[in-house]
C-alpha cells in the first residue's frame, strides 16, 4: 500500500510554459515534505521542501503548495526549461526520519 | 565537495551469486538509507542505520537480503542468493540525523541479474 502516491508517469510541456507535477498520501501524520529531482545515471537530489505548517515554500523557479486537507501537494515550475526535463520524485517525512517516496514523474520539457 | 559514494555503479551477476554493495556516507553523517528504484515502486526502502544501528529494515526480503555498518564508514547491502527480480538500482543515501532533513543520494549500483 503506497502512502505516497504520484499518479502520472509522465508529463510534457513547451519550453516558457508551466508544468505542474502533483502528489497524493494518505497518511495524515506526515508533517514535511520534499521534491526531489532525478537526471539519468545519477541520484536522486534535493529541491524543495514545505512543512505542513505552510501552506506554499517557493524557491526561484520553483513553488510547492500543500493541501492538507485534501492530502495533496504539487510542485509547479515557471518557466519550464529544458534542463528541467528529469524524474521528480514526491516525499514524506514517515516515522524515525525516514523519507517515503512515490513513484516518480517523468517531466520532458521541449523546445 | 561532500558526496556519497557507492561502488560499484554496475553490476552483472547470475542467478544463485552473492552480490555485495558498498557505501560510504558523507563524513560526519550518522544516518544511512538503502533504498531500492524500480518501475512501478519508485523508490523503495530497504534498510536504515542510525549511529550505525539498524532502525527499520521492514521493506527488506530477510531471506536473501542483509544490510550492515561495520564502521562509519562503510555500509554494506548484501543478496545472496540473488534472483532475476532483485535487478534494480540501488541507492544509498545518507544525513546527519536532524529532523526534517534532506539526505544526499550516491549515484546507485545498476544491478542485472540474469
Known amino acids: 500500500d503506497q502512502q505516497v502516491k504520484q499518479n502520472s508517469p509522465s508529463l510534457s510541456v513547451q519550453e516558457g510554459r508551466i508544468s505542474i507535477l502533483n502528489c497524493d498520501y494518505t497518511?495524515?501524520?506526515?508533517?514535511?515534505f520534499l521534491w526531489y529531482k532525478k537526471y539519468p545515471a545519477e541520484g536522486p537530489t534535493f529541491l524543495i521542501s514545505i512543512s505542513s505548517i505552510k501552506d506554499k515554500n517557493e524557491d526561484g523557479r520553483f513553488t510547492v503548495f500543500l493541501n492538507k486537507s485534501a492530502k495533496h501537494l504539487s510542485l509547479h515550475i515557471v518557466p519550464s526549461q529544458p534542463g528541467d526535463s528529469a524524474v521528480y520524485f514526491c516525499a514524506a517525512i514517515g516515522g524515525y526520519n525516514k523519507l517515503i517516496f512515490g513513484a516518480g514523474t517523468r517531466l520532458a520539457v521541449h523546445p | 565537495d561532500a558526496r556519497v559514494t557507492q561502488t560499484p555503479r554496475h553490476k552483472v551477476t547470475e542467478m544463485g551469486q552473492e552480490v555485495t554493495m558498498r557505501c560510504q556516507p558523507i563524513l560526519g553523517h550518522n544516518t544511512v538509507f538503502w533504498y531500492r528504484q524500480t518501475m512501478m515502486q519508485g523508490l523503495e526502502l530497504l534498510a536504515y542505520?542510525?549511529?550505525?544501528?539498524?532502525?527499520?529494515d521492514s521493506g527488506m526480503p530477510k531471506d536473501r537480503f542483509s544490510a550492515e555498518m561495520p564502521d562509519a564508514t562503510l555500509a554494506t547491502l548484501k543478496i545472496q542468493p540473488s534472483e532475476p527480480r532483485d535487478s534494480a538500482v540501488y541507492f544509498c543515501?545518507?544525513?546527519?540525523?536532524?529532523?526534517?532533513?534532506?539526505?544526499?543520494f550516491g549515484s546507485g549500483t545498476q544491478l542485472s541479474v540474469l
Open positions: 543515501a545518507s544525513g546527519m540525523g536532524q529532523s526534517n532533513e534532506k539526505l544526499f
Open positions: 542505520f542510525r549511529n550505525r544501528a539498524p532502525l527499520d
Open positions: 497518511n495524515s501524520m506526515f508533517d514535511y
